[in-house]
């Protein structure tokens, strides 16, 4: 069991708005920033969100972070095939003293 | 552009060692730190730890204390990673990625599979 919990799957069709969770506690989410990588089959994983809400350049504004207590929450708008995808989420935990990770939800474009 | 290319896969024996480099470029190399990153077949991410770019400190996961060791050479640019007394359920795809700050990595290497198998 990952220490950050996220939801298996999520699904939208395209155009959509689909949104996927991110729960923790106070060592982690609850003190330090969550980060958000979406990995494509077969690709490494790239960053999509750093510092709760901050976007990267050179991904769209279409994916919008958010967090609130012990939870954080990752948004793609307008959904495309392109988005079909695994999400993580990521925040340094101070009592395990480690990064630790979500277990990925994976965004199904119907 | 900032890339990290990664060394080929690897097969090994249980009880082997295994040394992965990520040669960085478009970046300087002592300003940021390596974080490696594995991922089982299947499987989600797992952390595995930090080399600083600067001086070479490290921080390595509690479940890997005493067998993973993370090196780097300012003169090529290049953080290496090894995994001693390998086991089968060490197959994975690792990572390296360029460490803003805990839990921010961008960008990532292409990744090296490993495959432990008798």
């Known amino acids: 069991q990952s220490v950050l919990t996220q939801p298996p799957s999520a699904s939208g069709t395209p155009g959509q708005r689909v949104s996927m969770s991110c729960s923790g506690g106070?060592?982690?989410?609850?003190?330090?920033?969550v980060n958000w990588y979406q990995q494509l089959p077969g690709t490494a994983p790239r960053l999509v969100i750093h510092?709760?809400?901050q976007r990267p350049s050179g991904v769209p504004d279409r994916f919008s972070g958010s967090k609130s207590g012990t939870s954080a929450s990752l948004a793609i708008s307008g959904l495309q095939s392109d988005d079909q995808a695994d999400y993580y989420c990521a925040a340094w935990d101070e009592s395990l003293n480690t990064v630790v990770f979500g277990g990925g939800t994976k965004v199904t474009v119907l | 552009q900032v890339q990290l290319v990664q060394s080929g896969a690897e097969v090994k024996k249980p009880g082997a060692s295994v040394k992965v480099s990520c040669k960085t470029s478009?970046?300087?190399?002592?300003?940021?730190?390596i974080t490696w990153v594995r991922q089982a077949p299947g499987q989600g991410l797992e952390w595995m730890g930090w080399?600083?770019?600067?001086?070479?400190?490290?921080k390595y996961a509690q479940k890997f204390q005493g067998r993973l060791t993370m090196t780097r050479d300012t003169s090529t640019s290049t953080a290496y990673m090894e995994l001693r007394n390998l086991r089968s359920d060490d197959t994975a795809v690792f990572y390296c990625a360029r460490d803003w700050t805990t839990g921010w990595y961008d960008p990532w290497g292409q990744g090296t599979l490993v495959t432990v198998f008798s």
């Open positions: 478009g970046y300087t190399f002592i300003s940021y730190g």
């Open positions: 080399i600083s770019g600067f001086n070479g400190n490290t």
């Open positions: 510092s709760d809400n």
């Open positions: 106070s060592s982690n989410i609850g003190s330090n920033a």
